[in-house]
């Protein structure tokens, strides 16, 4: 199901880069916190 | 990004593209660490074959691209707001900022937030006896 305002975020585990570490991570680690989730087209473009 | 402002108003930055892992890594180290002291301080997380995109709907399987998608999410895991642009333009935090301090006003007081709201701006407390009077208490000029 699509995101939606109003409605729990599509919670997702994937690999991610973090401070010099790759790490596994999941969106519900951060319950608690304000999460700003920010897709974009891609490493080394130019915007 | 105003990454520090973030931090202080308690929010969690994960940027999210179809790249791996190790791109963002060797991205961090030959380009951004040039841009940003330090490198890039937020969780850049992998989202090979557009799977997260996908549930977001923000995944461009023409171009196997995430285009730009921006999401709010609050401490309970709720979207709070979103925005969705093409790939030309990039964004501007400076509205991110103020949606979010925005939303946790609401969330602390329960007072509503009016059009172009601002810290420090008037806010209203919904009530019976506010319908039809936030003239009174609220004019957009102000």
Excluded at chain 2, 13 to 37: A, T
Excluded at chain 2, 103 to 127: C, D, R
Aim: net charge negative.
């Amino acid at each position: 199901m699509n995101a939606r305002v109003g409605k729990v975020a599509p919670n997702f585990t994937t690999r991610a880069f973090h401070k010099g570490e790759i790490k596994e991570i999941s969106l519900e680690d951060y319950r608690g916190k304000w999460v700003v989730l920010c897709f974009y087209p891609g490493d080394f473009t130019f915007v | 990004m105003s990454y520090p402002e973030l931090q202080k108003l308690g929010v969690e930055v994960i940027s999210v593209s179809v790249d791996s892992p190790f791109v963002h890594k060797i991205w961090n180290e030959q380009e951004l660490s040039k841009m940003v002291d330090g490198g890039v301080p937020f969780i850049m997380a992998s989202d090979m074959g557009g799977k997260i995109g996908s549930l977001y709907g923000v995944y461009d399987d023409e171009g196997g691209v995430d285009i730009r998608g921006r999401f709010l999410i609050d401490p309970e895991g709720v979207v709070q707001a979103m925005e969705v642009l093409t790939p030309p333009v990039g964004r501007n935090d400076a509205e991110l900022l103020r949606q979010i301090q925005a939303f946790q006003h609401h969330q602390a007081t329960g007072e509503v937030v009016p059009a172009g709201w601002q810290p420090g701006k008037s806010t209203l407390k919904p009530s019976t006896a506010l319908a039809g009077n936030v003239w009174k208490e609220w004019q957009p000029k102000k």
